[in-house]
C-alpha cells in the first residue's frame, strides 16, 4: 500500500471512529462520558469502570480474532465492513479506557 493510500485509510478510521463515538454517546453517555460504564462497575462490583471497558473491547477483539482464523484462505467471506465493525470498537474502546486513565489521573475519578 502506498503511503498516500495508507494516509488516507487512516483519516477515514478515524473519522469512522468519532462519528461512532459521538453518536453512542447520545445513548450512553449524558453529560459523563463514562456514565455507563460507571454504573455498570456499580451493577457488577467490578474494580473500576476502565475493566468494564476492557471486558467490551475483549468481546470485539475475540470476534476479530475468528475472522483472522480464516484469512487469508477465507477472505472474501468477510466484507471490509465486517472487519472494520470489530476494528472501529476495538480502537473506541481504547480511547476510552485512554479517557478513563487521564481521568483518573488528573482528578483522582474513579
Known sequence: MKNEDFDKMVD???????AILVD??????????FHNFKRRQTILRADSPTVISLVDFTKHFQAFMDKLSDFPERHHYYSMDKYDENIIDMINYLLLMRGMIIEVKERGVV
Do not use: I, L, P, T
Request: with cysteine.
Open 12 to 18: 477515514e478510521v478515524f473519522d469512522k471512529c468519532k
Open 24 to 33: 453512542r454517546a447520545k445513548v450512553y453517555a449524558k453529560e459523563d462520558r
